[in-house]
C-alpha cells in the first residue's frame, strides 16, 4: 500500500520530473467526462520544454494517466439486418 506522501502532487512531479528541475503549472481543471482534477506541468531543459498532465483519481492520488470513468468511451452499434 502505498503512504501519504507517494499520494501527493509534488511525490508524482518530482518522480517524473526530477526533485531539482524547476516546473510551472500552465494549466489547471476539471476534465470534461468524470470531472476529475487535473494538473499540467511544464519544465525546461536544454534538450527544450516538457510538459505532463497528472490526473486525480478517487482515492485522491495523483497518475499520469486519467480515471477509467474519464476516459472517452467508444460503442458501435448496428442498425438494422444483415443480409
Given amino acids: 500500500m502505498k503512504g501519504t506522501k ?4 509534488r511525490y508524482q512531479v ?3 520530473l526530477a526533485p531539482t528541475t524547476p516546473v510551472h503549472v500552465t494549466a489547471f481543471g476539471r476534465t470534461r467526462w468524470g470531472r476529475a482534477r487535473y494538473v499540467c506541468v511544464e519544465t525546461w531543459q536544454a ?3 516538457h510538459s505532463l498532465f497528472f ?3 478517487e ?3 495523483w497518475h ?3 480515471p477509467v470513468a474519464d476516459t472517452p468511451q467508444w ?3 448496428r ?3 444483415d443480409g
Fill in 6 to 9: 507517494a499520494q501527493s502532487l
Fill in 64 to 66: 499520469v494517466f486519467p
Fill in 47 to 49: 534538450t527544450g520544454s
Fill in 79 to 81: 442498425t438494422g439486418t
Fill in 55 to 57: 490526473f486525480q483519481h
Fill in 14 to 16: 518530482e518522480k517524473w
Fill in 75 to 77: 460503442a458501435v452499434w
Fill in 59 to 61: 482515492d485522491g492520488y
